[in-house]
Nanobody, 121 residues
Framework: QVQLVEFGGGSVQPGGSLRLSCAAV????????MDWYRQAPGMQRELVAG???????NYVDSLKGRFAISRDEALNMAYLQMNSLKPEDTAVYYC???????????????WGRGTRVTVSS
């Protein structure tokens, strides 16, 4: 069974930092792109950052310079370094990946269950 597992969320004061991790586990043949999304209370889920297999990144404009996405191909991991956190960054953060599982003939979208980030003094 292929799944994404996020960890690293928690509570932090404004101005603090957190590093989220996402592990793709299971019988994975190939991972295309990996992304981080977030969903704040009462809001729609939104894309935060994405990274392709060859390392190209994209960010929502408002988060450029504070957030950084990275990826470890060998470990099937993605990371989101979040700095200078603000209360409006409070949300559940979800990992997404487009993956080809062993035995499948096409890529599918996978989502993790999310990890909560709370920024508050």
């Amino acid at each position: 069974q292929v799944q994404l597992v996020e960890f690293g969320g928690g509570s932090v004061q404004p101005g603090g930092s957190l590093r989220l991790s996402c592990a793709a586990v299971g019988s994975i043949f190939h991972i295309d792109h990996m992304d981080w999304y977030r969903q704040a209370p009462g809001m729609q889920r939104e894309l935060v950052a994405g990274i392709t297999r060859d390392g190209r990144t994209n960010y929502v404009d408002s988060l450029k310079g504070r957030f950084a996405i990275s990826r470890d191909e060998a470990l099937n991991m993605a990371y989101l370094q979040m700095n200078s956190l603000k209360p409006e960054d409070t949300a559940v953060y979800y990992c997404h990946a487009r993956m080809l599982a062993a035995g499948d003939s096409e890529y599918y979208d996978y989502w993790g269950r999310g990890t909560r980030v709370t920024v508050s003094s």
